[in-house]
C-alpha cells in the first residue's frame, strides 16, 4: 500500500472523532525510513522564563456565552488559540491574553528563538529515528514522545492527531527514519544467527507497537536506509567531487579539515573532538576526526554496489541522504537527543553543506537524558529499561504523563516513584473527566439562554492563557500538566454540589471546564478514547505491581468491613494499611467500601523525605 493510499484510509477512518490501539497501529504499517540525532555538551538545563517582549492577543467579548463559543471554536480551528486582531477578555488575574506563537530553543544558536516556518503554514521536521537492532527503552521514547507533542498530522482534527503544531494551524511533513544498515545490526545478526536486514525489520515492527502503546503518531514519512542506496551513493559522489572525502582501499572519509565551520553546533574544537565513529580510531585516516561515508564489504556483511566497490553506508551519511530526499538541503526543523548533537548532528551538517554547497536547517532541537541514578540511560551502560518491560507494569499514558512531566530539555531521573505518581495523576485526571461525562449525560444541559458563570469562564480563560503561555515557551508541558490541576478541582467541587435551581449552569460549567481540559490533553497526546477502558487497565497495572488479584482485594475489603463492624478497629487499620503499602488505597464510601490505584506508603515517604 502506498503512502498517499494510507493516507487516504487514515483520513477516512477519522471521520468519527475517535480511534483505538489496533486501528492506529494499522497506520504504523510500512511507509519508509532513515536520519540521526545530538549532544549534551553546550546545551543549558531548562529554566522556565516566559519572554516579556510578545505582544498580547485577546478575543472578543459580546456576551458570556457568544464568548465561551468563540473560545472553543478557536481552539478547534487551524486558527491560533486566539485572535490577535480582536480585544477583548483577560486571565483572572488581569493580564492580557498570551500570543499563540511558538519559541524553540535553537541548539546552533544557543538561545530560544521566535518559530517561523520556512513557507507560510508549511513545516518540514526531521527526527532521528533508531538503529533497530534491540527493543527500544524509555530515552528513546522521550524523543519520540517530545516530537510528538511538537508534531501534528496532517489529518483533521481529533482525539488522536492533534499535537501543538497542528494547533497553531502548520501543515507539517514529519521524517523520521529507520536505521536497518549498522555495525550494531550486523553484529546482533551474527549473535543469534539471523539475516541482518530481517532483523532489522522485525524490530521495526517492535518499535512500532511501542509508539502505538505511547499515543505516538505516525510519521509522514519513514524511510529506511535500505530502501535508500541511491541517494546515499549520489551524495557520497557529489562529497568526492567537491573535494571534501577521500577514498582508501574502498573506503571512503569525510575530510573534517575541508569544513572549517566544524564544531560549530556542538562547540568544539576540531583539535578536541574525537573520531566521529562508533569504532576505533583508522590509522589510515588523515585526521582521527575524520569519519566514514563509505565502509567496504566485509565478508559475511550486507554490501551494495558503488562507484568504489561493494559496501555499505557510513552512519552520519544515511540521515543527510534521506532528509534531503523528503525535504530538501533546507527544512525547518531537526531534532533528536542531545547525546546526537556531537557527532551525528556535527557530522550531518558538514557533509550536507559539502553536497550542496549549503545546508540550511533553521532550528537543531534536542531533548534532554532519561538518566538512572544521575548516569545517562543507555544501551552499551548496561543500565535501561526496555518500553515494554515499563509498560508491563505501568499504564503507557502514565508513562507518556511521566515524560512530559519534566521539561524536554531538562534530564529526567527514572525511578519507580515518579512512575507511580504519575499513574495516580493520570487516574485521578480520567476518574474526574468520567465522572464529569456522567453527570452531563445524566442531565438536560439546561435552556439555550444558560450562561457559564463569570468565575468558571475566568477559570477557563486563565487556563488557556497558561497554556498557550507555556507552550508556546519551549514546549513547557511541566508547567501546563500542573495547571490542570485548576479546572479538575473546580470540577470535583461543582461535582458534590447538590442540585438546585443552578443546575443548568452548573452542567454549563462542567462541559466547558470538561472541554478545555480534554483539548489539553488531545494536544498533549493523553486523551484516551475511554475513560473507563483506560480506568480499569490502570487498575489491573496497580495489581499486578501489587502482585494482587482482585479477588484478593475484595477478600481483604470483606474482613476489614467485618472488622469494623466487629468493632475491631485494630485490624481494620492493619488491613487498610496491608494494602496501601502495595498502592491500592481503600476508599469508604455510604454504599461500601471501593479501591482505587495509589502511590505505595513506602514510595509516598520516601518522596517525603526527598529534599
Known amino acids: ?31 519508509c525510513s532513515s536520519i540521526r540525532f545530538t549532544s549534551p555538551f553546550t546545551i543549558p538545563p531548562f529554566r522556565y522564563a516566559p519572554n516579556r517582549t510578545r505582544p498580547p492577543r485577546t478575543v472578543p467579548v459580546t456576551g458570556k456565552r457568544r464568548q465561551f463559543f468563540s473560545f472553543f471554536s478557536s481552539l478547534t480551528s487551524s486558527l491560533p488559540v486566539l485572535n490577535e486582531n480582536n480585544s477583548g477578555p483577560t486571565s ?23 518559530f517561523k516556518s520556512k513557507l507560510d503554514g508549511k513545516v518540514g521536521m526531521y527526527v532521528c529515528g533508531v538503529t533497530a537492532y534491540d527493543l527500544s527503552h524509555i530515552g528513546h521514547a522521550r524523543v519520540y514522545v517530545t516530537f510528538d507533542v511538537l508534531y501534528r498530522s496532517s ?56 509508539m502505538v502503546s505511547l499515543h505516538c503518531l505516525p510519521p509522514s514519512v519513514e524511510p529506511r536506509v535500505s530502501d535508500h542506496m541511491p541517494q546515499i551513493v549520489d551524495m557520497i559522489n557529489k562529497i568526492l567531487d567537491n573535494g571534501c572525502a577521500y577514498r582508501i582501499d574502498g573506503d571512503v572519509y569525510f575530510s573534517v579539515d575541508k569544513f572549517p565551520q566544524y564544531g ?19 590509522t589510515r585516516k588523515r585526521n582521527p576526526a575524520d569519519f566514514a561515508l563509505w565502509k567496504s564489504a566485509k565478508e559475511g556483511e550486507p554490501s551494495w554496489q558503488s562507484p568504489w566497490g561493494p559496501g555499505r553506508p557510513g552512519w552520519h551519511i544515511e540521515c543527510s541522504a534521506m532528509s534531503a530526499a523528503y525535504l530538501g538541503h533546507s527544512f525547518d526543523i ?7 548533537v556531537f557527532p551525528h548532528h556535527e557530522n550531518e551538517i558538514a557533509q550536507s553543506c559539502a553536497a550542496c554547497g549549503d545546508s540550511n536547517i533553521s532550528y537543531w532541537v534536542h531533548n534532554g537524558f532519561v538518566t538512572v541514578d544521575s548516569e545517562k540511560m543507555s544501551k552499551s551502560l548496561g543500565n535501561f529499561f526496555t518500553i515494554r518491560q515499563v509498560i508491563d507494569l505501568y499504564h503507557p499514558l502514565a508513562v507518556r504523563l511521566f515524560l512530559l512531566g519534566t521539561h524536554y530539555r531538562s534530564p529526567i531521573n527514572y525511578s519507580d516513584a515518579l512512575l507511580e505518581n504519575a499513574s495516580d495523576r493520570i487516574f485521578y485526571i480520567y476518574q474526574t473527566l468520567y465522572d464529569c461525562e456522567n453527570v452531563i449525560g445524566e442531565q438536560d444541559a439546561g435552556s439555550e439562554d444558560s450562561a457559564i458563570p463569570p468565575d468558571t469562564m475566568n477559570c477557563i480563560v486563565k487556563f488557556n492563557d497558561l497554556f498557550a503561555a507555556s507552550m508556546s515557551d519551549d514546549l513547557h508541558t511541566p508547567v501546563v500538566l500542573a495547571a490542570i490541576s485548576d479546572p479538575l478541582k473546580i470540577i470535583n467541587d ?10 443548568a449552569k452548573r452542567i454549563e460549567s462542567l462541559s466547558g471546564l470538561g472541554k478545555i481540559v480534554q483539548k489539553v490533553l488531545t494536544i498533549l497526546g493523553l486523551m484516551p478514547t475511554t475513560y473507563s477502558e483506560v480506568l480499569q487497565q490502570l487498575k489491573e497495572k496497580a495489581l499486578r505491581r501489587a502482585k494482587l488479584t482482585e479477588d484478593q ?24 494499611k496491608e494494602l496501601s503499602s502495595v498502592g491500592i488505597a481503600l476508599m469508604d464510601n455510604p454504599d461500601g467500601t471501593t479501591w482505587r490505584p495509589a502511590v505505595p506508603l513506602a514510595l509516598q515517604e520516601l518522596e517525603i523525605g526527598t529534599p
Not at 461543582?494 to 443546575?503: D, E, F, I, N, Y
Not at 466487629?566 to 487498610?576: F, G, L, P, Q
Open 1 to 31: 500500500m502506498s503512502y498517499e493510499t494510507m493516507r487516504a484510509a487514515w483520513l477516512a477512518n477519522h471521520r468519527e472523532q475517535k480511534i483505538n490501539m489496533a486501528t492506529l497501529f494499522k497506520y504504523y504499517k510500512p511507509l
Open 553 to 576: 482485594v475484595i477478600q481483604k475489603i470483606h474482613e476489614r468491613t467485618e472488622a469494623r463492624k466487629n468493632k475491631d478497629y485494630e485490624k481494620s487499620d492493619a488491613i487498610r
Open 92 to 114: 483572572g488575574d488581569g493580564a492580557a491574553s498570551p500570543p499563540s506563537e511558538l519559541w524553540l530553543y535553537n541548539t546552533m544558536t544557543r538561545k530560544k528563538e521566535l
Open 264 to 282: 560549530r553546533l556542538s562547540g568544539r574544537k576540531l583539535e578536541d573532538n574525537r573520531a566521529g565513529e562508533r569504532i576505533a580510531v583508522d
Open 334 to 340: 531537526h531534532g533528536g537527543g542531545m547525546d546526537l
Open 155 to 210: 489529518l483533521p482534527l481529533s482525539p488522536f492527531n492533534c499535537r501543538y503544531l497542528r494547533h497553531l494551524g502548520y501543515d507539517v511533513s514529519y521524517v523520521r527514519n529507520f536505521t536497518d544498515v549498522d555495525d550494531k545490526i550486523i553484529a546482533r545478526a551474527n549473535e543469534v544467527g539471523e539475516d541482518p536486514i530481517s532483523l532489522s525489520r522485525r524490530y521495526c515492527e517492535e518499535f512500532h507497537q511501542d
Open 494 to 503: 461543582m461535582l458534590h454540589t447538590r442540585k438546585g435551581k443552578k443546575q
